[in-house]
């Protein structure tokens, strides 16, 4: 992955929250700023996903749910979104804290992605820190249309059981309805999910958080 300009990152999200808090177009914000700090296509996609209009951030800050919480709820997990930010954190590569107490991957792996070893690894890292803070019910929904979606699903099922978690695993061809549309508590990172659900809870970030190794993070979250 080229490196990152942090300075002249940090700068530019300066510039670009000041057009987003005055209700300039997000896309033409993004355009405006990256040309003014000749920016390429990495440093704008770490913009996009890590820096919200301070007000938009806040109001999803503010259904976060802590973890210790957690127990109160069913827990309906975007499955695919939060397992590929917990194998970015795995595997070393560039995640991004936004502003709206998120953190998100930049790995653009959906549609091409594979169950690999970190894919395990993942669900353990995940199942681990929801044994400690078990929900009434995990629920994870995938994206049917992403190859071995149903295998996956077994995975997690399988998995679950080995945890003595209670729960299910679903590949759909829209899970964002049963996200939206359910009773409890949404793990995504995913904005227009995020600003559709009652109350949102980061797992990938509990998780990542857990990790013994040091990870690749931008951190946005002073920007309020």
Not at 10 to 30: E, I, K, V
Not at 42 to 64: I, M, S, T
Not at 187 to 214: C, H, M, N, T, W
Request: net charge negative; aromatic share 6%; proline share 3%.
């Amino acid at each position: 992955m080229p490196q990152l300009d942090q300075e002249k990152l940090h700068t530019a999200a300066a510039d670009f929250l000041y057009l987003l808090d005055r209700n300039y177009p997000r896309s033409a914000c993004l355009q405006l700023v990256g040309n003014r700090y000749d920016l390429d296509a990495l440093h704008r996609q770490v913009l996009h996903r890590g820096v919200f209009a301070r007000e938009e951030a806040g109001k999803r800050r503010d259904r976060l749910v802590a973890v210790e919480r957690l127990g109160d709820f069913n827990l309906l997990v975007d499955g695919h979104n939060v397992l590929i930010t917990v194998e970015s954190g795995l595997g070393g590569r560039l995640l991004i804290a936004a502003n709206d107490g998120v953190i998100r991957d930049v790995a653009g792996v959906s549609h091409r992605y594979r169950i690999s070893t970190l894919t395990h690894e993942a669900i353990d890292t995940i199942l681990q820190i929801l044994q400690k803070y078990p929900p009434k019910e995990t629920l994870f929904f995938l994206d049917e249309p992403i190859r071995q979606s149903g295998e996956l699903a077994a995975a997690l099922r399988s998995a679950l059981r080995s945890w003595n978690l209670s729960g299910d695993a679903q590949a759909l061809k829209v899970p964002e309805i049963r996200l939206i549309g359910g009773e409890g508590v949404v793990a995504s990172s995913d904005s227009a999910v995020l600003d559709e659900a009652q109350r949102g809870f980061d797992l990938a970030a509990a998780a990542i958080k857990s990790l013994p190794q040091g990870i690749d993070l931008i951190d946005f979250t002073r920007l309020g």
